[in-house]
């Protein structure tokens, strides 16, 4: 258990990326805390579940990420933080013309703002710790840019600029702060596309995945939660103690190019 002692925050984590991180965490050892805007019985009943299952600690504590009171709120209710996870992340796809001012705010909001708000608060309770991990959840689109994602891509590149300020404002402190840059990982919401692309484009899901969905991914293989989450791990680790201020693709190659 080498992250015995150890909690982790990580902001919307009920499914995808989010929740593969908090069970490689807590299987790591790490108490858990959980989080989405929703606040249903099955976000509580799945903070359960994971900390039965590892025999740690969990809590799910609902904050909307779009809302900068609600992230420092989140670190506030939580009350420790020593490693923080800023994963909450949405997309929308349009023209730089006709991208709707509202959905442009929203995805900063949510994949931006909100890693500075969290880490503005977390930071303090990081050092009265003497130790602190802050991984915040970027993506190939914070290296590289595709059209009609000018939001995310915006956003992605501002997580990789914060990451690095963050690594410098800490950097002689036992604290660090790294961005991971995943490609396209195989999340339900992205299996839930296949059928649809399938139909699309008349093709069976072997082809449409390595000919349409992972066009720009050269492994043609998808990456998957648990190795975003084995990643975090590592970070958390002493190897990672010199690692800070850089970014970790996981990527099947997609920034090779
Ligand atoms: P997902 O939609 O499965 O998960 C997103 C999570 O964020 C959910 O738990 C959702 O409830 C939560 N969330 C959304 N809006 C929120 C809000 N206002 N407040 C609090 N929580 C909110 O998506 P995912 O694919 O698991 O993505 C997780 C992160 O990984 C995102 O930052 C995304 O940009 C990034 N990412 C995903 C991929 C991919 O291929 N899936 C690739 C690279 C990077």
């Known amino acids: 258990m080498r992250l015995s002692g150890k909690t982790a925050i990580i902001t919307g984590s009920t499914s995808g990326i989010g929740l593969g991180i908090a069970e490689e965490l807590a299987q790591a050892g790490a108490d858990v805390v959980l989080n989405s805007f929703t606040d249903r019985d099955e976000d509580y009943a799945l903070a359960e579940d994971l900390g039965q299952r590892h025999g740690v600690s969990t809590r799910y504590i609902p904050a909307d990420m779009s809302q900068g009171e609600d992230c420092r709120r989140l670190i506030r209710e939580a009350g420790r933080c020593d490693i923080l996870v ?3 992340g949405i997309q929308h796809v349009a023209g730089i013309d006709e991208f709707p001012v509202a959905r442009w705010d929203a995805v900063i909001a949510i994949n931006l703002t909100s890693a500075f708000h969290t880490t503005a ?7 009265d710790a003497g130790w602190g991990r802050v991984i915040n959840i970027a993506s190939a689109h914070g290296l590289t840019a595709s059209p009609y994602k000018s939001a995310y891509v915006a956003a992605k590149h501002g997580v990789v600029g914060l990451t690095k300020v963050t690594a410098l404002e800490t950097a002689e402190e036992p604290i660090t702060c790294n961005a991971i840059c995943p490609g396209y990982v195989l999340t339900p919401l992205v299996e839930a596309q296949i059928p649809d692309q399938m139909k699309k484009h008349g093709m069976d899901r072997e082809t449409v995945i390595r000919e349409v969905m992972l066009e720009r991914q050269p492994s043609k293989a998808f990456a998957t939660a648990q190795q975003v989450g084995g990643t975090a791990v590592f970070l958390c680790s002493p190897a ?3 690692i800070t201020g850089t970014t970790i693709s996981i990527d099947g190659g997609w920034t090779a190019l």
């Open 86 to 88: 800023n994963n909450a």
């Open 240 to 242: 990672a103690d010199q």
């Open 121 to 127: 608060e977390a930071l303090p309770l990081m050092r």
